[in-house]
């Protein structure tokens, strides 16, 4: 339930045993360098052969790394938020054992949120990277929220067929919380100038579609080609024109 911020010390293990390894690692080091130090005196002389000097240069720089490695191991045994967040979960106590990989804390950060829908083939191809989405969810019916694409799948997910999208949201207040479900609203197209009839004035007939439109007080019978569905509304592709009275 607290808050931290990025950086912040959230838990230290028991290190003496890595601070002892880093100083024997030290003392290591040390010894092989006066060792090297006295050989050069004595390869000057010519008193040692050249490998036996060029060995002891390769226990030095050994010696270096096991100190570099030791302080490694050292100093993870401090552990700092990467990000200014809020913790979700604690999942050790004082005293007990851990072991490298095992998950100590959940950490969430709600500043920023992430959106992600599955989109269908047929939509994805009008999902761009940096476009806006507006979205609602259930539990606060009143309030439209905003997004921005961050992320689109270049590979459809074989089991449905569907693209992943991501997108950023700004969370001021932390309102939104992660887990809900959004509504999004998608638009797939926008037809201009288009036909369109309720579905009540069109009739299936063996396949098509039929209408009847009025025609000088008497009801003539068109076949018609629809483009699509929308809600309750029909667009019509052919067999009717704009402004025509059809009968529902």
């Known amino acids: 339930g607290a808050g931290v911020t990025n950086g912040q010390a959230l838990l230290r293990v028991d290190d003496r045993q890595y601070a002892a390894s880093v100083e024997r690692a030290a003392a290591a080091l040390r010894q092989v360098t006066a060792d090297l130090k006295r050989m050069e005196e004595l390869r000057k002389t010519g008193a040692i052969a050249a490998s036996d000097f060029e060995n002891m240069e390769t226990q030095r720089d050994l010696a270096a790394i096991g100190l570099k490695q030791a302080q490694?191991?050292?100093?993870?045994?401090?552990?700092?938020?990467?990000?200014?967040?809020?913790?979700?979960?604690?999942?050790?106590?004082?005293?007990?054992y851990v072991n490298p990989g095992m998950a100590v804390y959940c950490l969430v950060s709600m500043d920023v949120v992430k959106l992600v829908m599955e989109v269908p083939e047929r939509d994805i191809y009008a999902t761009k990277a940096g476009q806006a989405l507006e979205f609602g969810v259930d539990a606060l019916a009143d309030v439209t929220f905003t997004g921005r694409v961050s992320f689109v799948s270049p590979a459809a997910d074989p089991r449905s067929n569907t693209f992943r999208v991501e997108a950023a949201v700004d969370n001021p207040g932390h309102i939104l919380k992660p887990g809900v479900i959004g509504k999004v609203p998608f638009t797939r197209r926008v037809l201009k100038g288009a036909v369109n009839v309720p579905l009540l004035a069109l009739i299936p007939d063996k396949g098509l579609h039929v209408a009847y439109v009025v025609e000088n007080g008497r009801a003539l019978r068109r076949q018609v080609k629809i483009a699509g569905m929308v809600d309750s509304v029909a667009i019509v592709a052919e067999g009717l024109k704009a402004g025509e009275r059809v009968i529902t």
Not at 80 to 86: D, G
Not at 88 to 94: F, M
């Open 72 to 96: 490694v191991d050292l100093d993870k045994c401090s552990l700092y938020s990467p990000l200014s967040a809020e913790v979700d979960g604690r999942y050790v106590e004082a005293g007990e």
